[in-house]
């Protein structure tokens, strides 16, 4: 029946088992959502440093065409700049635009003390983001020009890159390469570098620097061994072992951060994998295992190689190693257009003993090692993170 518009309906009051099955529901839910807040609160956090709408990764993509204005051409090379490779994946870099000129600046709060004492690989890095702009403008159809270590400007600049317009694009080949070039850490199938690939990887390289092959079984596997002890070295100092777990990324590390090297790009197999937050974790008591799996772990990707390649200059000092960086982005581009993998290696070369042995089996004589690169064949790895074009760089219009 109806009820009666003129009573008052009284509520039915739920049984025992219905009030339980109530606050079951009510307790999951609250539950949840404070899970769920917890688990956002880093990303909170994380979003209030940056203005709103700022993206915290670059693409790996670069625009075919540039417009007219200066800061939109400067904000097109610094992202061409910022996917070269860079030691651990540092990025120690800041870029400053005014008008037609783009200034790389050395960000010292990302140099590696125990890791790059000299800063010999920094300086790699700001060289291989100065080659990647300048490859990015001539393929823009610039002609750009450079002022190395500029004495007068800001303190920590490293290079300063003007550019005019030009009728003539140029590099096209190594502009497209720029988003595809990957660092590729997987073992290799063993396959050897055609010698007409090895003649154009070599082309790359200037005059002043020398690049010396090596693909002797024998010798690659006496590299092996020497790899292996000095990863093994690095990992049994306290210091370069925190640093180096220090730009390693965990779970959303990687993309929360933008920088470092993630565990799956290290290719760490069976359990180093799911502890490796532990693994390499000086301060745990799992890090005793850590050192020698890493170790193992070089020896066989140095093994797997087709050929190594050894970069070398007749002299050291700051503007060398920038015009090495340089050298070696333009090889690392030409290998990707070639589908050859590329991994430098820095481990056999930051310490006296082991680079004087590399040095040895690659018959440099007197020459000082710059980079020791593996090359080969494997499946290309997914692309590292890249921190946005906007938290590196600057920009004056006036």
């Known amino acids: 029946m109806p009820a009666d518009p003129g009573r008052e309906v009284q509520p039915i009051p739920p049984s025992p088992a219905a009030e339980l099955w109530i606050d079951r529901r009510r307790f999951l839910f609250l539950t949840g959502a404070a899970a769920a807040a917890y688990a956002l609160q880093p990303a909170l956090a994380w979003a209030k440093k ?19 204005a200066p ?4 904000r097109a090379l610094v992202g061409a700049a910022i996917l070269a490779p860079s030691f651990w994946n540092t990025q120690p870099w800041r870029f400053e635009s005014e008008q037609n000129v783009v200034r790389i600046v050395v960000d010292s709060q ?45 303190p920590g600049v490293v290079a ?6 030009s009728d003539v694009r140029r590099d096209r080949s190594l502009f497209t390469a720029i988003p ?16 007409q690939n090895r003649a154009q990887l070599g082309a790359q390289i200037p005059d002043d ?30 210091r370069a072992a925190h640093e180096r777990y220090a730009w390693m990324r965990f779970g959303d590390d990687e993309t929360r951060r933008g920088d470092g090297i993630s565990v799956d790009q290290f290719e760490i197999d069976g359990l180093a994998h799911w502890f490796a937050g532990r693994y390499f974790n000086p301060d745990s008591w799992m890090f005793r295992f850590g050192p020698e799996n890493a170790s193992k772990q070089a020896r066989g990707q140095v093994r797997s190689s087709g050929a190594m390649a050894l970069l070398t200059t007749p002299r050291g000092g700051p503007a060398q190693w920038l015009a090495g960086g340089q050298a070696y982005e333009r090889f690392a581009l030409k290998a990707t257009t070639l589908g050859v993998a590329h991994h430098p290696m820095s481990e056999p070369l930051d310490r006296d003993a082991t680079r004087a042995e590399v040095a040895r089996l690659f018959g440099a004589g007197n020459e000082q090692p710059l980079m020791l690169v593996r090359l080969g064949h494997a499946k290309p790895p997914k692309a590292s993170s890249r921190r946005n074009v906007n938290l590196v760089a600057s920009f004056r219009t006036i």
């Open 209 to 238: 620097f020398r690049l010396h092959w090596l693909d002797d079984r024998d010798k690659i596997k006496r590299l092996a061994d020497v790899t292996r002890d000095a990863v093994k070295a690095q990992m049994d100092d306290a």
């Open 50 to 68: 940056f203005p709103a709408g700022t993206p915290l990764l670059q693409p790996w993509s670069l625009p075919e065409e540039v417009g007219g």
């Open 110 to 154: 990302r140099a590696l003390g125990a890791l790059d004492a000299d800063r010999r690989n920094l300086h790699l890095s700001l060289g291989a983001a100065l080659e990647n702009l300048l490859i990015a403008a001539r393929g823009y159809g610039l002609r750009p020009s450079v002022t190395y270590l500029p004495e007068q400007g800001p």
């Open 71 to 74: 800061a939109d051409v400067a």
């Open 160 to 165: 300063s890159v003007a550019w005019t317009a």
């Open 180 to 195: 595809e070039r990957r660092t590729n850490r997987h073992e290799y199938d063993g396959r050897g570098i055609y010698l």
